[in-house]
C-alpha cells in the first residue's frame, strides 16, 4: 500500500531531461511505499502514447506505442555507487528502446546509463553519435564505454552544457544485478569524471518506439 503520492508540477524544463534532442518539457512522479523508500521518475515530451502504472514498492509496468519519447523508472535519491541494483522483470521493445541503470551527477553534471537491455534497431552512442572509450567487465558480461556531449540541453538543473557516459552491455539481460561501483570506476580510469549522486533509477525508456515493460526493482 502506498503511503502518500506527490505529483510534482508537469511539464517544466526542470529535472530530468533524456537523451534526445526533441526533449522540451517533464513530468515526475515521486512515491513511496511501507516496506521500503524508493524514488519513482516518470517523463514524457507530451507526444508519447505512453501508460506508466507506479505500483507499490520497487514495482512498475509501462506500455508505449510509437509518437514521442519517454523516461520510467524507479530507485533512489540520492543514488549511490556502493549499490549493487537489482531487479526482476519483463522488457519488451519494439524500437529504439533501453533498459538501463540511469542516473545524474552535479558538480560536474553528468547524464549517465548502465545500458542492460536495448532493441538491436539503436544502439545506444554508437559511433559516430558518441566516442568509443574502451571497454571493461562487470557481472559477467562486457561493457562498452561510450560518451557524448550535450550542448544546451535540458538537464536537472535546467538548459546546460553537459557529458553523457554509457555503459553498454555486450550479454543483454532482463534481470539481473548491476555492481555500480565498477562502472562509476571504469568510467574514471577512462578519463571520464564524475560528480555527487542525484536521482538513480532502473529506467524504461522508449524513442518513437513501442513495447512493455514489467519491472521490480528489489
Known sequence: MIISVLLLTLFTVTGHASAHDDVKERGEIISRSENANFYSSYWTDGKSKVTYNNKANGAYSVTWAPGGNFVAGKGWNPGSTKKNVSWTGEFKPEGYS???????????????YIIESYHPDHEPAAPPEGEEK??????DSTYLIRTKMRVNKPSIVGTATFRQIFSVRQDKRENGTVNVQNHFDAWK???LKLGSMDYMILATEGMNSSGTASITVL
Open 134 to 139: 574502451g571497454n571493461f567487465t562487470s557481472d
Open 98 to 112: 533501453y533498459l538501463s541503470v540511469y542516473g545524474w551527477t552535479r558538480n560536474p553534471l553528468i547524464e549517465y
Open 189 to 191: 580510469a577512462a578519463g
